[in-house]
């Protein structure tokens, strides 16, 4: 598992929406900007990652959404300031 911006582990056909992280996400083997788990059958949607930094101590793997192998949904209208 992975740290998120708002869930560690998004799982078993769960829903994230219309969620927005502001802060930093840091971790050693991966981080993630909404959720550091996202597993097949579990769904983001409408949601932003606007902290400024994704990073991990160990040149892993980050992403300012989620990773693994669920359902990510995103648009992008209108404009951020």
């Keep these: 598992m ?9 799982q078993n056909g769960a829903l994230i929406e219309y969620c927005y ?8 083997t991966g981080a993630f900007g909404i959720a550091g788990s996202n597993t097949a059958g ?10 400024p930094k ?17 359902i990510v949904m995103m648009k992008v209208r209108g404009k951020l300031y």
């Design 54 to 70: 994704v990073t991990t101590t160990n040149s892993a793997s980050v992403g300012r959404i989620a990773s693994d192998s669920g």
């Design 2 to 10: 992975f740290p998120g911006g708002i869930a560690g582990n998004n």
């Design 21 to 28: 992280s502001t802060g930093n996400v840091t971790g050693t």
């Design 42 to 51: 579990s769904t983001v949607r409408n949601c932003v990652a606007l902290g």
